[in-house]
Nanobody, 125 residues
């Protein structure tokens, strides 16, 4: 069982930055592929970025490439999402997710077994 706790959300103006953190419980964090998803009001949850347990390879959705960066610190059992050049359309609840194994191809909600409670990100224009 893995427990995930997100933090770092908040209100920011367009063009600003935020860094989200997701702390995981357990001693096998390095064997988990970690990802960020987001869900805006009235919309489905969508993939944002993923960090594979294999050498930390990463992938991101086209709409965040060049603006968001996912990274992980296995020693701290934590995955991060650095968000720069934020836009009002980035407003959503951001969720951290984990799965055993997997890889950068893990980009759908069905592929993840563990979820955090979410953290709200609001970008004002």
């Amino acid at each position: 069982q893995v427990q995930l706790v997100e933090s770092g959300g908040g209100l920011v103006q367009a063009g600003g930055s935020l860094r989200l953190s997701c702390a995981a419980s357990g001693r096998t964090f390095s064997t988990y592929t970690m990802a960020w998803f987001r869900q805006a009001p009235g919309k489905e949850r969508e993939f944002v970025a993923v960090s594979s347990y294999l050498s930390g390879s990463t992938s991101a959705a086209d709409f965040v490439k060049g603006r968001f960066t996912i990274s992980r610190d296995n020693a701290r059992n934590t995955v991060y999402l650095q968000m720069n050049s934020l836009k009002p359309e980035d407003t959503a609840v951001y969720y951290c997710a984990a799965r055993r194994g997997g890889g950068v191809g893990s980009q759908s909600t069905e592929q993840f077994d563990y979820w955090g409670q979410g953290t709200q990100v609001t970008v004002s224009s």
